[in-house]
């Protein structure tokens, strides 16, 4: 994530109040935190956020749909959602464990020979990020040392942003790099974890990923405005658009990327939806209408180190809040957040539009609105001004 240096679409979005709807009353705190994302020093360029609790649902957007102009992002829009596509793909795993299609602690590599994978890796291991498999999208060290992957910031992948990437070439391009630390002793993130887990649903049903996400997921939660993009590089109207920036002969270029091929990261984001289906997704999966009780508890079980589940972070709302079940994500200039506590019975989702760059500068924004926004909803208490505030992304 990147700070945008466009001041004209900062003014002219933020001179106005954030807008949305209601059916319970208004929330003036979280209005305010997200006509703050907008207008700070290192803004959005847009924000829509959804939360559902005992009161009703409340929704609201800032900023604006483009750099430039005055409309805000729709409350509605489709935005690519980055990384909560592994709360999906985990999800769709464990329906086809409940079918009896997979084993959580099989070897990974019994369902997958063709790879050369330590047969040490299980499912579940993909599933938690405790499979020590080097991500393609590059790793970085405790030494402060980085080796990369596939090419995914900067000017080169703005220029190369159609091209299409197949699974099995990320996941070939991780296995050609020493793994990370072995199987089941250490927890790190890496996104081919969860190209495997894809690898694996197709694998076993003989039918695309896409379909058995619709079949298992998608169409049992109404998720209509939800889909598996593959290669296609469009995103549904309405949206907003993302903006990725780098520079050129000394000078700063900013282009609009919304569309992109996301086959790139595949299933570890490259999937599609709405803050509308976010909410109804996490809603009935923490409240029991996807999986069984004895699943869903194993998937909210977290490893000691991140606090990770089965696609899922499981964390401790502030101020005695109590437990909450998230996934974020961001993608080039597109995030989404999803929380809820567990039942479903509160729900919090965003879409955010900005201006990304290699120097992935808008982090610490983006922790610090976060933190700000779950302390409102989850914590109990007034989210603090934007100057008090500390600093997932």
Same mark, same amino acid.
């Given at each position: ?10 003014? *002219?979005?933020?001179?106005? %109040? ?10 003036? /705190? ?18 829509? &956020? ?6 009703? +649902?409340? !929704? ?11 409309? *805000? ?11 909560? @596509? ?7 795993? &464990? ?63 703005? #220029? ?9 070439? &990320? ?13 089941? !002793?250490?927890? $790190? ?22 379909? /058995? ?20 590089? /469009?995103?549904? #109207? ?8 780098? /520079?050129? %002969? ?7 990327? !919304? ?7 595949? @299933? ?8 509308? %289906? ?14 069984? +009780? ?8 977290? +490893? ?18 109590? @437990? ?10 597109? *995030? ?13 989702? *965003? ?9 992935? $500068? ?29 600093? #997932?992304?």
């Amino acid at each position: 994530m990147t700070q945008h240096s466009t001041s004209s679409k900062q003014h *002219a979005a933020t001179d106005q %109040d954030a807008s949305g709807s209601q059916t319970g009353p208004d929330r003036p /705190e979280l209005r305010r935190i997200i006509e703050e994302m907008v207008a700070a020093e290192a803004a959005f360029v847009g924000v829509t &956020l959804r939360v559902r609790d005992q009161d009703g +649902e409340w !929704t609201a957007a800032a900023g604006a749909s483009r750099i430039g102009e005055d409309a *805000a992002p729709p409350v509605d829009g489709y935005f690519r959602i980055g990384s909560n @596509t592994k709360t999906f793909t985990a999800a769709l795993v &464990l329906r086809l464990v409940e079918e009896g299609a997979i084993d959580l602690d099989a070897p990974a590599s019994g369902y997958l020979p063709r790879f050369d994978l330590d047969p040490r890796i299980t499912v579940r291991m993909l599933l938690q990020h405790t499979s020590g498999v080097f991500n393609f999208t590059g790793e970085y060290y405790e030494d402060g040392t980085f080796a990369p992957g596939i090419v995914w910031s900067g000017r080169e992948w703005v #220029e190369d942003r159609f091209r299409t990437y197949r699974p099995e070439e &990320l996941v070939e391009l991780a296995l050609s790099k020493p793994a990370r630390f072995e199987p089941g !002793t250490d927890w $790190s993130y890496s996104n081919t974890n969860y190209v495997l887990a894809r690898l694996v649903v197709e694998q076993v049903t003989g039918r695309p990923f896409a379909d /058995e996400m619709r079949r298992l997921v998608l169409d049992p939660l109404g998720l209509s405005h939800t889909l598996v993009p593959g290669t296609s590089p /469009e995103l549904p #109207e309405p949206h907003a658009h993302a903006y990725y920036r780098y /520079e050129e %002969d000394g000078e700063e270029r900013t282009v609009d990327v !919304t569309r992109q091929n996301p086959s790139w990261i595949a @299933t570890g984001g490259d999937m599609v939806s709405t803050t509308e %289906d976010l909410q109804a997704f996490i809603a009935g999966l923490l409240g029991g209408r996807l999986l069984p +009780e004895a699943l869903l508890a194993e998937m909210c079980a977290p +490893e000691s180190k991140a606090g990770y589940g089965l696609g899922v972070f499981v964390q401790e709302a502030p101020n005695g809040g109590g @437990t909450v079940i998230t996934h974020n994500g961001g993608i080039s200039g597109h *995030a989404g957040l999803m929380y809820g506590t567990p039942g479903g019975g509160t729900t919090l989702t *965003a879409s955010l539009n900005y201006v990304d760059d290699a120097g992935l $500068s808008m982090a610490a924004a983006f922790q610090q609105a976060t933190q700000r926004l779950v302390a409102a909803v989850f914590g109990g208490e007034e989210a603090e001004s934007a100057g008090g505030a500390g600093t #997932e992304g």
